[in-house]
């Protein structure tokens, strides 16, 4: 069966730090990958997307990047952290354009 | 204009009883695809159900059912026999097939929270 990890579970972090979170899927290959941020008692923005090792498009300009190093592995960074950049991080996979994400346990970051 | 209505910020429901969580939509795609995510107090997202906009019937999985009604735009959730650890925030989403060369994205509505009443 497939699973999707993320760490660090949560982060505090002060403003113009780096960031770097990881997520990573077993049990699947070619997935296509997904980094969503979640404000407080919002709905979910996407944010990057990734359909192969390399290959990232940005759905939203912002102080944040995405790479995708190997086939199952997503990272999300910084160079320099905001305060609005603070939320739910949350990484998703999917098998195939279309078919329904699944989601790992979350990154919540605090920058202060 | 927003592509995923909820317009529902809260609801209770009693125990053992069916609510419907309301959402509607937005798209001129003819293909596309509606889903419902649970995000419990742990902030994980657990997918419910799908529904396609060629699916004639209505999609069922357990106690979770979608009343999709493609004239009004909308894609309800129904939850039969409410349990005590159905008190979460819940999530439509909708993937529209031809917009713009996007793989497949969800679009999500801001959620309805729901709480279960003993």
């Known amino acids: 069966s497939q699973t999707i990890h993320q760490w660090p579970a949560t982060l505090v972090q002060p403003v113009g730090s780096p960031l770097s979170l990881e997520c990573t899927v077993e049990?699947?290959?070619?997935?296509?990958l997904y980094w969503y941020r979640q404000a407080a008692g919002r709905g979910l923005q996407l944010l990057f997307y990734s359909v192969g090792i390399g290959q990232i498009s940005s759905e939203v300009p912002q102080n944040l990047s995405a790479s995708r190093p190997q086939d199952r592995q997503f990272i999300l960074s910084s160079k320099k952290l905001l305060l609005s950049d603070s939320g739910f991080y949350l990484c998703?996979?999917?098998?195939?354009?279309?078919?329904?994400?699944?989601f790992g346990p979350g990154t919540r970051l605090t920058v202060t | 204009a927003q592509k995923i209505t909820q317009t529902q910020p809260g609801m209770f429901v009693q125990e053992k009883e069916a609510v419907t969580l309301d959402c509607t939509y937005d798209?001129?795609?003819?293909?596309?695809?509606l889903f419902w995510y649970k995000q419990p107090s742990s902030g994980e997202m657990i997918f419910l159900i799908y529904q396609g906009s060629y699916d004639e019937q209505n999609a069922t999985e357990g106690r979770y059912s979608l009343n999709f009604q493609k004239a009004r735009k909308s894609a309800n959730l129904v939850i039969s026999a409410s349990q005590l650890g159905d008190s979460a925030m819940y999530f439509c989403a909708m993937r529209e097939d031809n917009y713009g060369g996007s793989q497949g994205n969800l679009i999500f509505g801001k959620g309805t929270k729901l709480s279960v009443k003993p």
């Open positions: 798209t001129s795609d003819q293909s596309y695809g």
């Open positions: 049990g699947t290959s070619n997935p296509n």
């Open positions: 998703a996979w999917s098998q195939d354009r279309g078919l329904e994400q699944y």
